[in-house]
């Protein structure tokens, strides 16, 4: 029975010790040779969050006080999203002045390690990858094409601390590097690239309160900042934070989740632009050609969403979400939010995940997809779809 039992040991090792080798080569094929495109505020844990992630199923979570591993835990997850944006720029009599469309298909992944070091002391460590591609087009003149790139590394240190038996602290650092190549300007060749190489840092935190078998929680994310040169000139840039707050209830049989986001802006170099060295000293815009860099500018999120076992081994996870968006013609002048004559509009979201368990495994699947992600006034027009899917898997070791 002894060596039977030792058998089955060895083998369940050999098994996962494959499975891991066997799903690692999957992702960094993926990432290795896809075409891919990841907007700078679509990180992990922006693409994976739902209304019950109070419950902490991964360490890709926007607040850091709610993932704590149970052992040494790894985790490999891999997103690959398709965007499609059209936006028209007419007279206000229907008569098309300007336009662009945009084309994108994107890769991210993400490694994290989640160790538990006892007398209520976790530490999370993730790492993410991003590499992007931008395909924008003159409408007036369908030949043209520029791409733009942009290429991202992201590391995280967090500590989840239980200050008491029911309420706990969660404290991260994150440091991003990037490398960005953009045309900024329609009326260029598209061989003039506008490169510049920022480095951001930014800290943040989360609060997590159980309440028998409710979780409120709480988090405040403010923007990273950091420097980059541009063309010898040192400008200070930064990327959005956010402020978030959410509830979650166990009902054993189902969990349900509501939460409520707010995105944080700071004052960013880019929003000054730059000019090439020309005949013309044309201009570059530093967010790029693409209008849901460089125009529209999410504001908040409220997003409802629910948990149910399907078996002992697997879980049904789903959230819808309503995003506000503020079109934002000179970021420069304001912030968005804060010109309340800027035009504002709303649009859906759905996500549906999917997590399998086998003893030492677990392997996550997500889908999202936009809804009604499109406005149009008397100056302009503007749809634009989303599409995502996620792959991820978790080793305890």
């Known amino acids: 029975m002894l060596i039977l039992s030792g058998f089955k040991t060895d083998m369940k090792r050999w098994q996962l010790k494959h499975l891991v080798v066997f799903l690692a080569l999957i992702f960094d094929s993926i990432f290795v040779f896809s075409n891919s495109i990841i907007y700078s505020q679509d990180l992990m844990e922006s693409r994976l969050n739902l209304a019950t992630d109070a419950f902490g199923p991964h360490p890709f979570l926007l607040n850091p006080s709610s993932f704590r591993a149970d052992e040494l835990e790894i985790f490999l997850f891999n997103n690959r999203g398709f965007h499609e944006i059209e936006y028209i720029e007419t007279d206000g009599s229907g008569n098309e002045q300007a336009g662009t469309n945009t084309k994108s298909s994107g890769n991210n992944t993400g490694i994290a390690l989640g160790i538990n070091m006892g007398s209520g002391l976790n530490i999370n460590l993730i790492h993410q990858m991003i590499k992007s591609e931008e395909a924008t087009s003159d409408r007036r003149r369908s030949s043209s094409e520029f791409i733009e790139t942009y290429t991202s590394r992201l590391s995280v240190i967090a500590a989840v601390v239980e200050l008491f038996e029911n309420l706990s602290l969660g404290l991260q650092m994150r440091f991003l590097d990037a490398e960005v190549d953009l045309v900024g300007n329609l009326n260029v060749n598209p061989r003039n690239i506008t490169s510049f190489r920022p480095s951001l840092l930014g800290s943040g935190g989360g609060l997590e309160l159980k309440l028998n078998n409710l979780i409120i929680s709480a988090a405040y994310v403010p923007p990273l900042k950091g420097k980059a040169e541009i063309y010898s000139e040192e400008r200070i840039i930064t990327r959005p934070g956010f402020a978030e707050f959410s509830g979650a209830l166990d009902k054993k049989k189902f969990r349900l989740g509501l939460s409520f986001r707010r995105w944080l802006y700071k004052k960013d170099g880019k929003s000054a632009g730059t000019t090439l060295d020309d005949a013309n000293q044309s201009s570059v815009n530093l967010y790029g050609l693409n209008v849901e860099r460089n125009l529209l500018f999410p504001l908040t999120e409220s997003q409802i969403g629910f948990d149910y076992p399907l078996t002992a081994e697997s879980d049904l996870r789903g959230s819808i979400s309503r995003i506000s968006t503020e079109i934002n013609p000179d970021i420069g002048d304001s912030l968005p939010g804060e010109n309340v004559k800027n035009t504002r509009f709303s649009y859906h979201q759905i996500q549906v995940h999917f997590i399998i368990r086998n003893n030492n495994l677990a392997l996550f699947i997500a889908l999202?997809?936009?809804?009604?992600?499109?406005?149009?006034?008397?100056?302009?027009?503007?749809?634009?779809?989303?599409?995502g899917v996620t792959l991820g898997v978790k080793a305890t070791l």
């Open 368 to 387: 999202a997809k936009s809804l009604d992600r499109s406005h149009k006034n008397a100056r302009l027009s503007y749809s634009g779809d989303y599409q």
